[in-house]
T-cell receptor, first 116, second 114 residues
Framework: AQKITQTQPGMFVQEKEAVTLDCTYD???????LFWYKQPSSGEMIFLIY??????QNATEGRYSLNFQKARKSANLVISASQLGDSAMYFC?????????????FGSGTQLTVLP | DTGVSQDPRHKITKRGQNVTFRCDPI?????LYWYRQTLGQGPEFLTY????????KSRLLSDRFSAERPKGSFSTLEIQRTEQGDSAMYLC????????????FGPGTRLTVL
């Protein structure tokens, strides 16, 4: 079974500052992928960034980077230079490739509020 | 628009009624997923199709729920004899047939059962 834990129900950050959203995971799969999605109040899930378990370098996509620490089973999202439009719910998710693990398993999310 | 689309966006129904939702995935994606999201929670997996074959169903998918993808393109999710506990956002996602690819989500159908 796979499990994602997000321990920060809500986070506040000042505009233009950086913020880290925490995510820890648990899986028995040797090969897996870690994802972060953004969900604005409109409801759609927007893909942000992906990290493969065998990728040696941390993934980056524009202002988003993923701090992947495999031994600690953590995959924190770092947003640099926060913008007001970054205010949203953020979900960490994972997916394995063994057995019946085709679907994404999501955490409970972190509500990020960017303050002007 | 070439993204995932869902219809309707909102549905209000009375307890005991049947409802059907539709999802149109990105055209070249052969994998299609249904998730359910309740308020304040992350999405939970319901079922998964590869082309027209329904390969996996979650234990969350009770006998009142049925999903189809008859021609490997669009999919429908039907809920029979709706209950108030069925009130949630129903999300559809699609992905190409490669392992570990991200899933692209539609805007969701918000169901309210009165």
């Amino acid at each position: 079974a796979q499990k994602i834990t997000q321990t920060q129900p809500g986070m506040f950050v000042q505009e233009k500052e950086a913020v880290t959203l925490d995510c820890t995971y648990d899986t028995s799969d040797q090969s897996y992928g870690l994802f972060w999605y953004k969900q604005p109040s409109s409801g759609e899930m927007i893909f942000l960034i992906y990290q493969g378990s065998y990728d040696e370098q941390n993934a980056t996509e524009g202002r988003y980077s993923l701090n992947f620490q495999k031994a600690r089973k953590s995959a924190n999202l770092v947003i640099s230079a926060s913008q007001l439009g970054d205010s949203a719910m953020y979900f960490c998710a994972m997916r394995g490739i063994s057995g019946s693990a085709r679907q994404l398993t999501f955490g409970s999310g972190t509500q990020l509020t960017v303050l002007p | 628009d070439t993204g995932v689309s869902q219809d309707p966006r909102h549905k209000i129904t009375k307890r005991g009624q049947n409802v059907t939702f539709r999802c149109d995935p990105i055209s070249e994606h052969n994998r299609l997923y249904w998730y359910r999201q309740t308020l304040g929670q992350g999405p939970e997996f319901l079922t998964y199709f590869q082309n027209e074959a329904q390969l996996e169903k979650s234990r969350l998918l009770s006998d009142r729920f049925s999903a189809e993808r008859p021609k490997g393109s669009f999919s429908t999710l039907e809920i029979q004899r709706t209950e108030q506990g069925d009130s949630a956002m129903y999300l559809c996602a699609s992905s190409p047939g490669l392992s570990l690819n991200e899933q692209f989500f539609g805007p969701g159908t918000r169901l309210t059962v009165l």
